[in-house]
């Protein structure tokens, strides 16, 4: 299809989101998020989670409202759900007590479209996406991908100028979301679907790329336009054809690309309430124990990912987990052990515990912060909510209790802390514990 630079579907300027937490403090979750949809185009969001790209779908579809600057379809301010955009979801998020049918023409009822025409234009999205012949079956009588099919012709029986879609295929097998994918390329390039520009979330590197136009490549806290790569390669796309993976290194390279500080000058320690990534004492692990597999002790980013056979999401979370801990160092879209994570990996098992600790207590402040309240306590006790009630001073309520849970993990691989799941008490390992003095042996008889 061919792109109109001088039609734009989707125009923001200067768009910004914050949501109130209940003690009435504000976290901004988009700042200054400036972008066009041009007529004729498909362009991929990547980000890490919690980068603010759903968040910035809804926005545009209208389902919520931006704090500040522009939100505009074809030159006019968005206000609500707009007639021309449409949105399919990483969920299928169908009605299990209708029919393929019936949840295709939902949208249509909703406008007030006579019945007749609802059922014509719901029959023929429904042949056009694959799903002839399934009309009358339910949702509980589908596979996956036939499920998502369902929730594509119900966005495309709107038949919208824009359609927006969140991890549409993530939900999905790899050899499903791999023809589902096709099937939409073969549909939006054969001109069988009124749709003039896609906009789509990605957690998949290769996905973006095998897609869109253009990615946009989103920093996190708050979210905001990191960079804006081009894929300037005809479809069909070859994955393996050097321009593609050359492509694929550049992105992985700019979305491990940390900030730059002056030389000399010492790395700035973590806030108590910093967005720890999700990644398990073992995973890192495995990865450590991989790439010291390497002679150099050093990998391409891109082939580590195919090498552990990780989602993209995930492994960005486990370079940053061994890059905060000091394990590696990442570069460029390149992966190095450091030193610390080459001791890591000879050490035996209680060796690898004590690297650990040391490295956990060293670089994460809120295991830091907890062991300190652990060690000043004269019972060595503390409940989590104490430490919860802290966090949501810098986090939602959900995400506090994930890092929380997060460290907490963490403290009791190294045995740096204990905890009491049924209490939800923290304490410090018995042998950690300081011997009673004489004076606390008397007071105590």
């Known amino acids: ?28 979750v988009l700042e200054g998020v400036n972008f066009r949809l041009r007529e004729g185009e498909i362009v991929a969001l990547l980000g890490k989670s919690g980068s603010g790209k759903s968040t910035l779908l809804r926005i545009i579809a209208g389902l919520i409202k931006a704090n500040g600057g522009d939100v505009l379809y074809r030159g006019r301010t968005i206000n609500g759900p ?34 007749a025409e609802r059922e014509d234009r719901a029959l023929k999205v429904i042949d056009v996406i694959g799903l002839g012949g399934f009309e009358s079956a339910y949702p509980r009588e589908l596979s996956g991908g036939m499920r998502q099919r369902v929730g594509f012709a119900r966005a495309l029986v709107m038949e919208p100028d824009v359609l927006l879609m969140d991890e549409p295929f993530s939900a999905l097998d790899v050899l499903t979301a791999e023809t589902l994918r096709s099937d939409l390329l073969e549909l939006w390039q054969e001109r069988q679907i009124p749709t003039k520009g896609i906009l789509f979330v990605s957690h998949n590197i290769e996905e973006a790329v095998t897609m869109a136009d ?11 336009v990191k960079a804006e790569i081009p894929v300037n390669l005809s479809h069909p796309r070859d994955t393996e054809a050097p321009a593609f993976k050359a492509i694929v290194d550049e992105i992985y390279a700019v979305m491990t690309q940390q900030p730059q500080r002056a030389a000399g000058s010492p790395a ?105 309240v652990l060690d000043e306590r004269r019972d060595h006790r503390a409940p989590e909510n104490r430490f919860l009630q802290e966090l949501e ?48 042996a008397s007071a105590a008889e």
């Open 393 to 440: 001073d810098y986090l939602t309520d959900d995400e506090a209790e994930r890092v929380l849970e997060l460290v907490i993990n963490w403290g009791r691989f190294a045995e740096v802390f204990e905890y009491d799941y049924n209490s939800g008490v923290l304490s410090l390992p018995e042998e950690d514990e300081p011997a009673a003095s004489e004076g606390d």
């Open 82 to 115: 707009a007639k021309g955009i449409a949105m399919v979801f990483q969920s299928f998020a169908l009605f299990p007590w209708l029919t393929v049918q019936q949840n295709v023409e939902l949208g249509l009822e909703a406008m007030a479209v006579p019945s």
């Open 268 to 372: 700035e320690p973590l806030s108590l309430g910093y967005r720890l990534p999700e990644a398990t004492p073992h995973k890192i692990e495995g990865m450590l124990e991989a790439l010291a597999e390497e002679d150099t002790g050093t990998a391409d980013i891109p082939i580590l990912a195919e090498q552990l056979e990780l989602p993209d999401d995930t492994l960005f979370q486990l370079l940053e987990a061994g890059r905060l801990l000091g394990f590696i160092k990442v570069d460029h879209g390149d992966v190095a052990l450091l030193p610390a994570g080459r001791a890591y990996v000879n050490g035996n098992t209680a060796q690898r515990k004590e690297i650990f600790a040391e490295h956990l207590l060293h670089h994460i402040s809120l295991a830091t912060h907890i062991r300190r």
């Open 1 to 28: 299809m061919t792109i109109n630079p001088d039609e734009d579907l989707i125009h923001l300027a200067g768009v910004r989101k914050a949501f109130r937490a209940p003690d009435r403090s504000e976290r901004t």
């Open 214 to 224: 253009r990615v946009l490549i989103f920093s996190s806290d708050p979210g905001r």
